[in-house]
């Protein structure tokens, strides 16, 4: 009988990897960083993350603590992370800023197709109306008219903040 530490060439190696308590250290920094970002959501919101019934709690604590209370709070909530799927809730936060980002985006287009609107006047209204039927032709002159006097007069516009809700309207109607 062979002895049984003796290895067969053919059996491979169980390969060790070895981590410092340096790299260690910065995992949980970044776990806790990532707990922290999740303090700072809503309630609402982060019932939408992929989290264990543990780490809903603790973040729900954190949110009511304050200073070292906190610190220690998320310390916990870096522990606790160890045992999660870290990449699928800093997926879901991704995604959560993005989507922020496209609101922004939207938000910026119409204010630019309202600055169009008064600037080309009839010309946009037009295809404001072919496009919307519903839309108060009416309406978005008078709007325009204003929007183009309080321009001149370095007014703040109410005229300028409707006609942009009615075109925040109307886009909502496409979707």
Known sequence: MGRK???EPWEEEE???????SEMKRDME???ALGTKLIELKPSVLEKFPLTEDLRIAISDAQRFEKEARRRQLQLIGKLMRHVDAEAIQAALDKLNNKHGQQSIELLK???QRDRLIVEGDKMINEI???HPAADRQKLRQLVRQAKKD??????SKAAKELFQILKALKAEDE
């Not at 060790?16 to 308590?21: K, P, Q, T």
């Not at 321009?151 to 703040?156: A, D, G, L």
């Open 5 to 7: 530490n003796k290895r």
């Open 15 to 21: 390969e060790i990897i070895w981590v410092s308590r």
């Open 129 to 131: 109306v072919d496009k």
């Open 30 to 32: 970044a776990l806790q």
């Open 151 to 156: 321009q001149e007069s370095n007014k703040p």
């Open 110 to 112: 119409l204010e630019k």
